[in-house]
């Protein structure tokens, strides 16, 4: 199973930037695509951007409230996702989950999920 590290949540004032960043470890696996969702109180946990990795075509895929503020990565060496988040506003604040999608060392296609970063936008 794939161990999800996240990091880079915190507190930030409207129109500010949060970088996010997500580790895969494993023994063995190939990662497919990996992703970041969010859920707010009493909110269900909504697809944030998506990317797929390099062999997989490296597409990217944003929610249409984030599309032109936020960016996600793939560093494939490194096994990383990162979501750059920019002119953050108040409605963004959310846990922040990220997911991965990969083949196991058997492969299978398996997915996991990380603990959770709190990002919260308030002046």
């Known amino acids: 199973q794939v161990h999800l590290v996240e990091s880079g949540g915190g507190l930030v004032q409207p129109g500010g930037s949060l970088r996010l960043s997500c580790a895969a470890f494993?023994?063995?696996?190939?990662?497919?695509?990996m992703g970041w969702y969010r859920q707010a109180p009493g909110n269900a946990r909504d697809l944030v951007a998506s990317i797929t990795s390099m062999h997989s075509g490296g597409s990217t895929n944003y929610a249409d409230s984030v599309k032109g503020r936020f960016t996600i990565s793939m560093d494939g060496a490194k096994n990383t996702a990162y979501l750059q988040m920019d002119n953050l506003k108040p409605e963004d604040t959310a846990v922040y989950y990220c997911?991965?999608?990969?083949?196991?060392?058997?492969?299978?296609?398996?997915?996991?999920w990380g603990q959770g970063t709190q990002v919260t936008v308030s002046s």
């Open positions: 494993a023994t063995r696996f190939s990662l497919r695509a």
């Open positions: 997911n991965a999608n990969y083949l196991d060392g058997m492969g299978y296609p398996k997915s996991s």
